[in-house]
T-cell receptor, first 114, second 115 residues
């Protein structure tokens, strides 16, 4: 299995532009998580899905952020419009929902908004 | 609500020595899982070890062991025989068991292994 695949690995964009981050979870996993990591705030859970349904989006910072999971093999995190304070590493992770199963992380997308 | 606390922002250990990274947690759920992840400077998140709240024995995975003290709500990671490659950020995490529950992380501990 190729693991969790995120794209792009790096993204540099200008303030005000729309940014879309993509994630392909491990086949068969039914939970998907989006995290944001910064030096100041550490690893924050933004949103997670179970069986393609958003369960908890309380970590999404504001309306500029949105996430979708149209099917079991694909999810997107969109920022529109982007701001410099959105600069961070964004991780996608997937897992089974059963007890005792760890989440597997993608390599992350390093976003820089200038 | 779940909360994970890692009070050691940084730790140093000499090569071949053992080191303990602290983790305490707060939850009202009776059933939960505890995880440790390693994040080297390259940035990826690597799963190390898991402990279930009802597991009778402490989890072990090679040089990693988890010192689980349920009454104290602590789940410390012990790394034996430290190696230079163990230098990394280490995160403790918790997940309530059951269907589709979120995985909550602590703030991490930066470990530096020295010669």
């Amino acid at each position: 299995d190729a693991g969790v695949i995120q794209s792009p690995r790096h993204e540099v964009t200008e303030m005000g532009q729309e940014v879309t981050l993509r994630c392909k979870p491990i086949s068969g996993h039914n939970s998907l998580f989006w995290y944001r990591q910064t030096m100041m705030r550490g690893l924050e859970l933004l949103i997670y899905f179970n069986n393609n349904v958003p369960i908890d989006d309380s970590g999404m910072p504001e309306d500029r952020f949105s996430a979708k999971m149209p099917n079991a093999s694909f999810s997107t995190l969109k920022i529109q419009p982007s701001e410099p304070r959105d600069s961070a590493v964004y991780f996608c992770a997937s897992s089974f929902t059963e007890q005792g199963t760890e989440a597997f992380f993608g390599q992350g997308t390093r976003l820089t908004v200038v | 609500a779940q909360k994970i606390t890692q009070t050691q922002p940084g730790m140093f250990v000499q090569e071949k020595e053992a080191v303990t990274l602290d983790c305490t947690y707060d939850t009202s759920d009776p059933s939960y899982g505890l995880f440790w992840y390693k994040q080297p400077s390259s940035g990826e998140m690597i799963f190390l070890i898991y402990q279930g709240s009802y597991d009778q024995q402490n989890a072990t995975e090679g040089r990693y062991s988890l010192n689980f003290q349920k009454a104290r709500k602590s789940a410390n990671l012990v790394i034996s025989a430290s190696q230079l490659g163990d230098s990394a950020m280490y995160f403790c995490a918790m997940r309530r068991t059951g269907g589709g529950n979120k995985l909550t992380f602590g703030t991490g501990t930066q470990l530096k292994v020295e010669l």
